[in-house]
Nanobody, 115 residues
Framework: VQLVESGGGLVQPGGSLSLSCAASGFTFSSYFMSWYRQAPGKERELVASIDTNGGSTNYADSVKGRFTISRDNAKNMVYLQMNSLQAEDSAVYYC?????????WGQGTQVTVSS
């Protein structure tokens, strides 16, 4: 199983970023996918999750209405569209899945929201 995130960067408050996670090594369409984030000195937290076909999503209260998780099973990709970004959204963002009871994480992508 391999997960590779991309799309992070520096953005001003109120701006947008779109993160991508390329998955390989497993039957992508059969597994839920999630985005997590971890800010310096804080625990890693769930940002959003999506079921196998994209019909059901779940969001942390702090990002509801601003972030959108989606997936493309034909491309083995999961996305996180982030709008109205705030300084508090600055963190390393990770893609995660659970396959056969094992947790798999990507290497993370840094998102920095600053003027």
């Amino acid at each position: 199983v391999q997960l590779v995130e991309s799309g992070g960067g520096l953005v001003q408050p109120g701006g947008s970023l779109s993160l991508s996670c390329a998955a390989s090594g497993f039957t992508f369409s059969s597994y839920f996918m999630s985005w997590y984030r971890q800010a310096p000195g804080k625990e890693r937290e769930l940002v959003a999750s999506i079921d196998t076909n994209g019909g059901s999503t779940n969001y942390a209260d702090s990002v509801k209405g601003r972030f959108t998780i989606s997936r493309d099973n034909a491309k083995n990709m999961v996305y996180l569209q982030m709008n109205s970004l705030q300084a508090e959204d600055s963190a390393v963002y990770y893609c995660r899945t659970i396959v056969l009871f094992r947790f798999y994480w990507g290497q993370g992508t840094q998102v920095t929201v600053s003027s």
